[in-house]
């Protein structure tokens, strides 16, 4: 689980005063150890507020690892410190606090978690008052599979008022409608028995279900969801479906006039094979125009079948343009166990792409005359530079290296970065 060793607040003022504190980058650990009033006040207040030998949580869903969350909530140019956490008493629901400092930090409010463990946690305005919302998912294990999500109003007349208490498994916010309301899309799955949808909007001062759909339930979940333009003219998700033991589908989910919409269902006109590939690949704007795609595997001209292990896919980004329609975004051979990635032009012909048997060399070549596009060698050794070969990249693992790479073609070549 994402949280921090037990800390006891006494533990909590010792960090401070020795210059370490929970939200700041590691970077900030290089700098000689310095204590901020704010940072003191903080430490002072969380001290009032949390009770000792508590454990402050970070949510399991985030890339952070800090407990202490500083946030403008109320819109006024200052920021508010959040914080969760649990008590010794395992049986305790996870609990939240939330200071501002109005000349020293001080509580404003209190919030009941749904559960021990924190796996959620945003920050939006989903009612269009300039305030953002707290909106938190939990569980009582990390190996459970029922999860709460509850969204808190905290500047409310009412402090704070429980805006949402729902079961989940996924959840997305976004401005699907273009209208200045935040729209929340919650996921509720359980393989064999439901896989549903529900979208909500504010009415009056709560959130209601404007829409629901029912998706296949016997896929075995999600491992990639992501919100925005799913076409040149429409808004909604791309959820990312693993069907079988390696196979993979997506479900375009258009919302429009608070209604949701699967694009790809099975009884429209395009099914949901369009979006099926033989292993997973996550939906996302490839191109960086500001519209999603989402990706296949096709294979190479092939001399002989191949085995699925031994096949050198292709993976394809197709972008939905008006009427519906397909066009194919970008293309590329990806080599995850070595780190790069190859672009391949559009407008080259048919192609094959044979690798030797460890992998380490990999040349594309025109399937019709056999000229070779572009090659790449892999190599953890020194290389003594000459003619023959042009390097590509390095890194702290290996050196890429191209016979055939030129000035036009060598930017084809990518490193892979951490998140691919």
Known sequence: MKRLHRL???????????????????????????????????????????????????????????????????????????????????????????????????????????????????????????????????????????????????????????????????FLVDNFDEKEAQELILIKFDKGKFNTLLLYGQEKDTLVVRDRLELDPYINGYYNLISGKVSTTKNGIMLDASIGAHSATTYIIVVEENRLQNMYSQIAEKPLHDTFKIAAVKSEDINFDGILEYGTLIEPVLEKQLAYVDTPYITVYYQIGENDQTEIIDKLFIQYQLQYKISIPLHWPAIKINQSDDRKYTEILDAETNDVLFDVYVTNKYYDPNDEWTILAENNNFIYLSKSADEETENLFQLLNENE
């Open 8 to 170: 006891l607040i006494s533990i909590l003022a010792l960090f401070f005063i020795t210059g370490c504190s929970f939200y700041e980058p590691n970077t900030s650990l290089m700098s000689p150890p310095k204590l901020p009033g704010t940072k003191a006040e903080l430490k002072e207040s969380l001290s009032k507020y949390i009770p000792n030998n508590a454990d402050l949580l970070t949510p399991i869903n985030s890339e952070k690892n800090n407990p202490i969350m500083l946030v403008d909530l109320d819109g006024d140019g200052k920021e508010e410190a959040i914080v969760f956490y649990q008590s010794t008493v395992k049986t305790e629901l996870a609990k939240g606090i939330i200071l501002k400092n109005n000349d020293g930090w001080e509580k404003v409010a209190s919030i009941d978690g749904g559960g021990a463990v924190l796996v959620d946690l945003q920050f939006t305005d989903i009612t269009n008052d300039n305030r953002k919302e707290i909106i938190a998912g939990f569980t009582y294990s990390e190996e459970s599979t029922e999860r709460g999500l509850l969204i808190y109003d905290i500047f409310s007349e009412e402090t704070p008022k429980l805006l949402l208490d729902e079961s989940y498994s996924h």
